[in-house]
């Protein structure tokens, strides 16, 4: 495995990682946490789909190395969930469970982005982003907005 394959595999674990940390609404550790996260819900979420016979979703192989991204976002955001019930951190009454809602802005790209791939799939205007590409720029930034505050 090159330098740059193991870059690759690390931004990946983070971005499993920070969308697990927001789904459970457990922050605590950072960056390093986040990576860990997403490496330790690469191992539970795979394990945990193929005990109950579930087929792999969105498995990304670099270097030889496969990472399933929906098992461990899944894996991940229970490892968060366990943490978060142990270790509340200073939150004193706070749930453990939240979602940060995307503002006004986010949401309507977002629906923005979702209504021209939907008019691009029924064939009523031809531009040259499929539509699949326009529905995945759209949840990243629905995703985006999540995860960082303000956008």
């Known amino acids: 495995m090159t330098l740059l394959q193991l870059i690759i595999l690390l931004i990946i674990a983070a971005a499993v990682g920070l969308i697990a940390q927001s789904l459970g609404g ?9 990576i860990l996260l997403g490496f330790v819900g690469a191992i539970v979420g795979p394990w945990l789909a193929a005990r109950l ?4 979703l969105l498995t990304v192989s670099v270097g030889g190395v496969s990472f399933p991204i929906v098992w461990s976002i899944i894996g991940a955001i229970l490892v ?3 943490v978060g019930l142990f270790f509340r951190g200073g939150g004193g009454g706070r749930r453990w469970w939240s979602i940060t809602p995307p503002t006004r802005v986010t949401l309507t790209i977002a629906i923005l982005l979702a209504a021209l ?3 691009v799939s029924a064939g009523i205007i031809g ?8 529905m995945a720029i ?3 930034v629905l995703l985006l907005g ?3 505050r303000g956008f």
């Open 127 to 134: 531009i040259s982003i499929s539509a699949f590409t326009l």
């Open 80 to 82: 968060v969930g366990l």
């Open 117 to 119: 791939a939907l008019l």
């Open 146 to 148: 999540n995860l960082v």
């Open 53 to 56: 016979g579930l087929p792999e």
């Open 26 to 34: 457990y922050w605590r550790g950072g960056l390093l946490l986040a």
């Open 138 to 140: 759209a949840f990243l």
